[in-house]
């Protein structure tokens, strides 16, 4: 082949592109030789794509010599002035493509926030520096008058550089000297300062002011020392392992996590934890951001800007700490040290939309990349993650058996509602022992916590002769009816998977008789509530009466003392410390039994245990009141004995008789349309894919389906779904990777759903 190209010849390189589109694979274009600057791997490039040649936007994931001769398409620009994406998160996208069947292009879009791609396109932002005699104008070396606010402009620029810092933005020299653009213009036309391009440097991302930190004036107890100690080897001298924190509410988990920070940043490194939902997080980060300096956060509810500015504090390694939920693991610390998973077991890490990765996987995959330790903390862990701490030799188990200051763990009375319910005529949402624990709690002006995990007012709109149900136009679940001001009759019924909403007829339309309303909401609660104790001062809280502001209010109120009781879902139920909570009252345990999941147990323990945890956090002598129509479920028994080890153990074993995960491994694969006759005859093709697959691997995988799911349909689209298993992931991604690209080029939705939380 000697000779073909010449010395002289420019040497042609390829760029691999992932674009943001369910075609399953990456294309090759020719990188064009007049750009300005060499593309790199991780910057976003702008081509033709398809057979229209539309313009698109997609990753540059690998650049090759050129070496067929077959022609390509070439690259149009280069969007991003430097790669958004590392090596190593490039590795970890790529793992999340394979593991989760995702294509990378679409991987790749979900892990740089929109106002980073926005903000860091190829014009590198435009930053003023002080000239020399800019420099000798403020030391009075140069004889000439300055107006104050010009003067301002240079003294700041002069600080700035004291920093160490390329130069600031307009728009921070405007708010920090509050002058005028023609102010700035006639300093740089009088050459004191000038205006430069910043080429690889982020712009001026100060960090945020730290408020001062407090160290508390106590130190860790045995058992926190214990775990510290042993996480201590593996945080100075870094090295992959999975830590399973399990401590019982109120021992000490947090504390565990902000003293292993501290060692982090204290060796120039730097932290990721990531928590369920940021918005019910608002104490622990309070608590993080009292004790420790340059912590951030990502998530969807910072503005635009906000978000921006802390990804960049975070890339630059001014941000220490990281918090935020599940995406936040895509965090773009280059210096990372350690990684915590709080609350471990929830299932909000898992994203329900493409890629349908799982948080706390994610992370322990990352850290295994990095050879970094995760810590992975819960009060009731996952039965996954228990199974395998007790048998992979990465992982290990540290426990915190006893809550801080030898607290004891509250006491738990049961109340079978159905014995209740025959002693008492009527709806009733309080038994007699929550409200006379309610009323000493108030006597005594201690707090309480009531938790029902169901929004709205009543959960049935139906007819007491025909039995006839209102149901959603779009899906196939009963509509909830919501209250709308203090009257029952101005309401209207919503679904709570398609948002509709409709309005409720007051007679049946089947056979004419009076509606009626059925089930409980905190709506209703709340409403029994203050017809009960009128004197209690007390908060709604759920998604429809409060949004972050009004949470984070309602929250310092009832930390000050000025609210008596909380009533709400489950986001009262999680990570809140407040000391003077002396009562939890679990209105409902069995709101999420009855959900066909093989989870549902699980979940119905692990809520029944985080809400009781809320009480007796600060002194002994604290109940907890737990209403149930299943006293007898082990679920339900093993609550309220604070029982995990218990219900893990019985759980296990039926798992193992089921071969349910953690014993063997679970995927969908769900097709969706709007036609119901377009699903079912793609169903039949998939069917015949999926078969293909299993029968080309000969791997022990077994397809169940196509059969609905419990939810047929949602907002009009009709669903069906294969559930695949196998003793082992490896056997599953054997057969998906085989089928996962025919499936999906069929013409209706495809999704792929490794490791399922719900199978609804
Ligand atoms: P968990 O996260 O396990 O529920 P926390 O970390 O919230 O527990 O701790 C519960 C409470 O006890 C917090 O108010 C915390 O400040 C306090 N605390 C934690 N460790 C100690 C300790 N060693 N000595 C005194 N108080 C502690
Ligand atoms: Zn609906």
Redesign the pocket.
Known sequence: MQGLFSKDEPNLLVASVAFDSPLDKLFDYQVPSELSAPLQVGQRVQAPFGRANRLQIGFCVAITDLSSAHPLKTIRKVVDSRPLISAELLVLARWISSYYCCPLGKVLAGMVPASVKRSLSVKPPQLYRLTDSGRACLTNQLSVRLGPKQRAVLQTLAEDDQSGSPGLTRRSIIDRTDCSGPTLRSLVHKGYMELFAAGDCFTDEQPSEDATLSP?D????SQ?QKALDELNGVLVEPCFGVHLLQ??????????YIRAIEQIIKLGRQAIVLVPEIALTTQ?LQ?FRSRLPGVCVLHSGLSSTQRRQQWLQIACGYGKVVVGPRSAVFAPAKDLGLIIVDEEHEPSYKQDTQPRYHGRDVAIKRAQLLNIPVIL?S?TPSLESLYNSQRLPHFSLIR?SR???DLPMPKIEVIDLRQERRLRKGLHIFSRALESQLRRILDHGQQAILLLNRRGYAGFVSCPTCDYVLTCENCDVTLTYHRHSRSVSSGRALCHYCLSESRVPANCPTCGQKLILLGIGTQRAEQELARKFPQARFARVDSDSMDRRKYKDVLERFGRGDLDILLGTQMIAK?L?F?RVHLVGILLADTSLTVPDFRSSERTFQLAAQVA?RAG??SPGARVVLQTFNPDFPAICFATTHDYNGFARSELALRESLGYPPFGRLARVILRSPSLSAVGREANHAAAIIAQAIGRSQSPVSSHGPLPPPIGRISGQHRLQFILRAPQAKALHEVLSKARTELFKLPVHVAIDMDPVNLL
């Open positions: 508390p106590w130190s860790p107890n926190q401590g019982v509410t109120g021992s000490g988990k947090t504390e565990v622990t608590r903390g009060a915190l809550r801080v200051h990570g410390d000391p945890g956090r600060a």
